[in-house]
Nanobody
Framework: QVQLVESGGGLVQTGGSLRLSCAVS????????MAWYRQIPGKQREAVASITSGGYTNYPDNVKGRFTISTDNAKNTMYLQMNSLKPEDTAVYYC?????????WGQGTQVTVSS
């Protein structure tokens, strides 16, 4: 049973930092591509970072240079380091992964950036 569990969200001031974690169970993280998404109520869910099993990363322009995705294969955990946070980064953040033809999602963690 593949499960993804996010943690690390919270309230932070503009310019602050947070590190989100995504603990994966039921499969090996290192064998798959994974990504972080975020969703603001009333808006479409958007990808903010992705990483392949080969270590290639990709970021959209609105977070590039501020967000960093990484994995710790020994701990079967993926991370999203978020620096220089802005109020527009406020959203529910989800981790996701692809295994055996199916996408899996975590439950989400709230990130709120105060002005």
């Amino acid at each position: 049973q593949v499960q993804l569990v996010e943690s690390g969200g919270g309230l932070v001031q503009t310019g602050g930092s947070l590190r989100l974690s995504c603990a994966v169970s039921g499969t090996f993280l290192s064998a798959n591509a994974m990504a972080w998404y975020r969703q603001i109520p009333g808006k479409q869910r958007e990808a903010v970072a992705s990483i392949t099993s080969g270590g290639y990363t990709n970021y959209p322009d609105n977070v590039k240079g501020r967000f960093t995705i990484s994995t710790d294969n020994a701990k079967n955990t993926m991370y999203l380091q978020m620096n220089s946070l802005k109020p527009e980064d406020t959203a529910v953040y989800y981790c996701s992964g692809f295994w055996r033809g199916q996408v899996y999602w975590g439950q989400g963690t709230q990130v709120t950036v105060s002005s």
